[in-house]
């Protein structure tokens, strides 16, 4: 479907390119330049609703992902800026997490009060992609928000101490032939990073800060994925306390680097998922042992001693309209004590670049775009357009560069987002404060992102939802 719409736009591209008056110095080529087709794209805002296509890839276990439903009774603008607001509070866990780890002053905390640090809250921001997945025997279903950020995976269970609403019947683990409490003296009990013990049971909590956690029993249960398979023996947490706005899900799947994430447990070899746009309700896969789309842009996947959970990538520079912007030295390293790099997030919305690199990016794109009408920044994005009197515009292409050479070209719907349904457009690229770069999944929309665990190399495949 979306290989169509680009097909199409391209040969506009040929004609508009042709009539447009090009930029006085820009010397023209090829990829410079794209078609942002903002009367597509505003019509998909406004509707929120697309027909639905599931492509499968050759993996041997494949789950539904889905983007969290629109709530109908909100308008277009204030459901923009109350995910920007989620989304700067997940930035700032990741962030806080980041210098914790690289701090060494995350002591393990083993009281049964659980007095863990605690930032500012991504149970709110991680809400936005669901995977449905089966638990125990006999087999429910739950809707479980999927989270490159975090490791542990948990879902509501009963008895409820606290619970928040969801739409399928809480998990019953008595009801389970398959449910095995974890002892205190498991691996994977001491795996956690917050623990405790209760009549040998393990206990676990995973707090995501502004009143955002799950306490509960640590257990180990089969999992299963849609018909394609399932796995016994995995750890996950039952959650009998769970507070904060999980909105839409059910639990969450952990899907970071550590040995409790879910692809190391079923020892996945790779995992790769396709986030749909926010603004369709079609809905695509979370797949793993899947292999890549043989038309992937390949980069290094890298790791960081000091942060087992993040997902590191590879990224050396950043080209706007065909040429490079000028980026700091090292800007993207991973330093000798763990600082930096860049990370690929499920959850966070908007890339975060380091301000310096930002402030260079945003200079380079507003430069290039001084044909286009302005507007007032939104939230955080400080670089918007009036677009609502053109049918379709001219962009300069965004483009990744990874180290071993390969460009991963960005479609111009995923670095201008609509924020209104007027035809208001923003950069969707932020700075934040600290070293750290976040890969959201704005940038990720419509592309398969290969994992390649034993590998070690992220695939990126455009147009493959
Ligand atoms: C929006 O909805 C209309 C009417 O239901 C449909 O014809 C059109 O294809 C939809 N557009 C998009 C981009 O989803
Ligand atoms: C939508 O929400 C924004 C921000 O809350 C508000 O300023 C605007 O008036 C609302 N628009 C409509 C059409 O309700
Ligand atoms: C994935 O593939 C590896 C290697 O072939 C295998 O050991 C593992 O069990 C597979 N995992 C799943 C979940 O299929």
Redesign the pocket.
């Known amino acids: 479907m979306f290989r169509n719409k680009f097909t199409s736009l391209s040969i506009t591209c040929l004609i508009l390119c042709l009539i447009s008056n090009p930029s006085p110095s820009s010397s023209s080529n090829d990829h410079s330049f794209q078609i942002l087709d903002v009367s597509k794209s505003l019509q998909q805002t406004r509707n929120a609703s697309s027909p639905s296509s599931t492509h499968h890839f050759n993996s041997?276990?494949s789950l539904t992902l889905s983007s969290l439903p629109f709530n109908s009774n909100s308008n277009y603008t204030s459901l923009t800026l109350s995910r920007f607001t989620r989304d700067q509070a997940r930035v700032r866990h990741l962030l806080h997490h980041h210098s914790l780890s690289l701090s060494k002053s995350k002591s393990k905390s083993r009281n049964p009060n659980f007095q863990s640090p605690v930032t500012s809250g991504f149970g709110q921001g991680t809400g936005e992609y669901l995977a449905r997945i089966g638990v125990g025997r006999p087999v429910k279903q739950f809707y479980m928000a999927i989270d490159t950020g975090s490791d542990v995976s948990w879902l509501q269970c009963r008895p409820c101490f606290s619970c928040f609403q969801q739409s399928d019947p809480i998990f019953n683990p008595s009801a389970s032939s398959t449910y095995k409490s974890l002892s205190c003296t498991s691996k994977q009990c001491a795996a956690l990073d917050t623990s405790a013990c209760f009549r040998d049971n393990c206990i676990y909590q995973v707090s995501y800060g502004d009143g955002s956690y799950t306490v509960g029993n640590f257990a180990t249960e089969t999992i299963s994925?849609g018909s394609s398979?399932s796995?016994s023996g995995v750890a996950i947490g039952c959650g009998h306390d769970n507070e904060g706005l999980f909105t839409g899900s059910e639990g969450l799947l952990g899907l970071g680097g550590s040995s409790l994430s879910l692809p190391s447990q079923?020892?996945?070899?790779?995992f790769s998922y396709c986030l749909v746009d926010r603004d369709s309700r079609s809905s695509s896969t979370l797949d793993?042992?899947s292999t890549a789309p043989a038309d992937s842009v390949v980069a290094p996947m890298l790791s960081n001693s000091f942060i087992k959970t993040y997902l590191y990538v590879g990224l050396t520079g950043i080209n706007v309209g065909g040429r490079a912007v000028r980026i700091p030295r090292g800007a993207f390293a991973i330093g000798r004590r763990g600082s930096g790099g860049v990370i690929v997030d499920s959850g966070t919305t908007v890339t975060r670049f380091p301000a310096a690199v930002y402030e260079s990016l945003r200079d380079a794109f507003r430069d290039m775009t001084r044909n286009l009408r302005r507007a007032g920044g939104f939230s955080l994005l400080d670089t918007c357009y009036d677009l609502s009197s053109s049918r379709t515009v001219r962009v300069p292409t965004v483009s990744f560069k990874f180290s071993g050479g390969k460009t991963l070209t960005l479609p111009p719907d995923n670095y201008l987002m609509p924020v209104d349904e007027s035809g208001k457009y923003c950069f969707a690229f932020a700075g934040t404060e600290g070293s750290l770069s976040i890969i959201g999944n704005t940038q990720q929309q419509g592309t398969r992102v290969t994992f390649n665990l034993?590998k070690k190399f992220i695939g990126f495949s455009p147009n493959k939802c």
């Open positions: 041997a276990l994925f398979g796995v079923i020892k996945a070899t790779s793993f042992n034993a």
